[in-house]
């Protein structure tokens, strides 16, 4: 299966529309996971139609972004514009990933098609897969397909924590990926992560979520660092129930 290796830290969002093996999870497990879940605003996800935000990037010398992304969830209606020089805007539906038909995509103003609109598809479904399940992740915990197990606790930055590994079935992007959940004793939030993704060797890659930010009932976080200097970040984040439509209209196709 295709990896998304999207900036070296690619990770399997578990979209609809995919079936998936029953999962392997022990009790102990999935209630950390529900109380997770739930720390999250999981009891409001369901009614958190729209979302827009922006991915960024700051390795140091190495920085990418701002990828605007805006979804529809109930109808899987997206839109992503990557910029620079070899940026697009890609508007396409999530759960047709592939059908090149239904999708839209702009290069310099450009309407794309054949192999080359096919390609950026591909791209463009991969950054919904990465970008989002690093803003969203707590609230994915218990998707059609992931595996959940105890881990007992361990110290996360100086904190006793509840941990839960997830490692997951035939889904996603790179089903050989595990991650390690770092849980808040007190009130189950996330308060890091780390991971082995697919093909790599150890040691895994570790990362503190901060900066949490309550929109519209979810708690999200919306910077992640290393202790090394590196941040993951989110900006221009909003929930909503009412669609931008304006927003996710992809332009009418040239006349013949």
Same mark, same amino acid.
């Given at each position: 299966? *295709?990896?998304?290796?999207?900036?070296?830290?690619?990770?399997?969002?578990?979209?609809?529309?995919?079936?998936?093996?029953?999962?392997?999870?022990?009790? @102990?497990?999935?209630?950390?996971?529900?109380?997770?879940?739930?720390?999250?605003?999981?009891?409001?996800?369901?009614?958190?139609?729209?979302?827009?935000?922006?991915?960024?990037?700051?390795? !140091?010398?190495? *920085?990418?972004?701002?990828?605007?992304?805006?979804?529809?969830?109930?109808?899987?209606? =997206?839109? &992503? %514009?990557?910029?620079? %020089?070899?940026? =697009?805007?890609?508007?396409?539906?999530?759960?047709?990933?592939? %059908?090149?038909?239904?999708a839209v995509i702009l290069k310099k103003?450009?309407? /794309?098609?054949?192999e080359t609109a096919e390609k950026l598809?591909? *791209?463009?479904?991969?950054?919904?897969?990465?970008?989002?399940?690093?803003?969203?992740? #707590?609230?994915? &915990?218990?998707?059609? !397909?992931?595996? /959940?197990?105890?881990?007992?606790?361990?110290? +996360?930055?100086?904190?006793?924590?509840?941990?839960? *590994? $997830?490692?997951?079935?035939? &889904?996603?992007?790179? #089903?050989?990926?595990?991650? @390690?959940?770092?849980?808040?004793?007190?009130?189950?939030?996330?308060?890091?992560?780390?991971?082995?993704?697919?093909?790599?060797?150890?040691?895994?890659?570790?990362? @503190?979520?901060?900066?949490?930010?309550?929109?519209?009932?979810?708690?999200?976080?919306?910077?992640?660092?290393?202790? %090394? !200097? @590196?941040?993951?970040? +989110?900006?221009? &984040?909003?929930?909503?129930?009412?669609?931008?439509?304006?927003? $996710?209209?992809?332009?009418?196709?040239?006349?013949?």
């Open positions: 299966m *295709k990896r998304a290796l999207l900036l070296a830290v690619s990770l399997p969002l578990l979209s609809t529309g995919v079936l998936a093996a029953a999962e392997t999870r022990d009790a @102990k497990a999935t209630a950390a996971a529900e109380r997770e879940r739930d720390a999250h605003g999981g009891t409001r996800w369901e009614k958190a139609r729209f979302l827009r935000f922006e991915f960024n990037v700051d390795f !140091g010398t190495r *920085k990418v972004g701002p990828i605007a992304h805006a979804w529809d969830r109930y109808t899987g209606a =997206y839109r &992503v %514009d990557v910029p620079g %020089d070899d940026g =697009y805007t890609a508007h396409f539906n999530v759960n047709a990933p592939k %059908d090149v038909a239904q103003g450009e309407r /794309l098609s054949g598809l591909a *791209k463009a479904y991969g950054r919904f897969i990465n970008d989002s399940y690093w803003l969203l992740a #707590p609230l994915k &915990v218990l998707d059609s !397909g992931v595996n /959940l197990a105890d881990e007992g606790t361990a110290d +996360f930055d100086g904190q006793k924590v509840n941990v839960i *590994k $997830l490692s997951f079935g035939p &889904v996603g992007l790179t #089903p050989g990926d595990v991650y @390690k959940h770092f849980l808040d004793e007190k009130t189950g939030r996330m308060l890091g992560w780390e991971y082995q993704l697919q093909g790599t060797q150890p040691p895994p890659t570790r990362w @503190k979520w901060i900066e949490w930010k309550e929109l519209s009932g979810l708690l999200l976080s919306t910077r992640k660092v290393t202790d %090394d !200097g @590196k941040a993951i970040f +989110f900006t221009n &984040v909003s929930v909503s129930e009412a669609v931008d439509a304006a927003v $996710l209209a992809a332009p009418a196709a040239p006349s013949k």
